[in-house]
């Protein structure tokens, strides 16, 4: 496993990196570049909280360092009691955990595997009266000067949904990327990503607000959609593979609620829309 991974972080951005001009800044973001890997399942919560049981989706395609690993940290996970009219149920939550791999020392191939970030939240389905759903979420152009220095990676969006369906706001939340260039380069690819999904959010997206619960009379509603730039000749990273990028700074907007404890937007599959709150809230750190 280490050989593996250090290979991965050692080659994954050489192939499809942009022209490097500064050689200085260029090793200095190799130094910060994570191998990743998003683990799919869901967990069952008692009436205290605790988990009683759990799943992994496609079980068959995960490393078993990856699977030990996280049912390591599974039984000491603590949730507070869903209610439901004031009265504890039983719940499953939607898992999705985010492993990351990292250079230990100077040692070659010695690789310290952690869970990231994690995210308990409801299963996505277009029947959902109670929650925001998509209608229009048409995917943007990719930009032209992006593309020709193979400029490529991922920009979790955070979106304002006004009561008509349409976006009122969007803020890029973070923006991870999986080419490298210099310092100059990257920031310039990240801008440009962001204000091309954005762009094409603000004038696009439509969703369909709640029709029933709770959450129908707000003024307006918040959710994550992470957005794929991807060059055409790009294959997905199959689940179960270790995939390399270089993570973002996040920013919150003022109309967002406080990112919840051991939460990053990257733990999202991109194309999904999730709502910022969860009724599944964690009470113990998410280690292993």
């Excluded at 996505?124 to 020709?148: C, E, F």
Aim: no cysteine.
């Amino acid at each position: 496993m280490n050989r593996t991974l250090s290979a991965l972080l050692a080659l994954a951005f050489l192939a499809g990196a942009a022209p490097v001009v500064d050689a200085q800044s260029a090793r200095q973001a190799r130094q910060e570049v994570e191998a990743s890997m998003l683990v799919t399942g869901h967990v069952d919560i008692d009436r205290e909280g605790k988990v009683s049981g759990h799943a992994f989706d496609k079980p068959e395609k995960l490393p078993a360092h990856a699977v030990n690993l996280i049912e390591r940290a599974i039984p000491a996970l603590r949730f507070e009691p869903v209610l439901v009219d004031g009265a504890p149920v039983l719940a499953r939550a939607k898992m999705s955990v985010r492993l990351v791999a990292t250079p230990v020392g100077d040692s070659e191939g010695n690789m310290h595997v952690r869970i990231a970030s994690a995210h308990f939240g409801e299963e996505y389905s277009d029947a959902d009266r109670t929650s925001v759903r998509r209608s229009d979420l048409r995917p943007p152009r990719y930009p032209m000067n992006i593309a020709q220095i193979g400029g490529k990676g991922t920009v979790y969006l955070l979106v304002k949904v006004g009561r008509d369906g349409k976006a009122e706001d969007v803020v890029a939340e973070q923006v991870n990327l999986t080419a490298l260039g210099n310092a100059r380069q990257m920031q310039m690819i990240r801008n440009t990503l962001s204000k091309t999904a954005i762009d094409n959010a603000l004038k696009h997206w439509t969703f369909t607000p709640p029709e029933q619960g709770e959450d129908t009379n707000r003024d307006y509603w918040v959710v994550r959609v992470p957005v794929d730039f991807r060059l055409a000749d790009d294959r997905e990273t199959a689940y179960g593979q270790w995939s390399a990028y270089h993570p973002g700074q996040q920013q919150r907007p003022e109309w967002a609620a406080p990112t919840p404890p051991g939460f990053s937007p990257d733990t999202l599959v991109a194309g999904g829309v999730t709502p910022e709150t969860s009724r599944f809230k964690l009470l113990t750190p998410f280690q292993g």
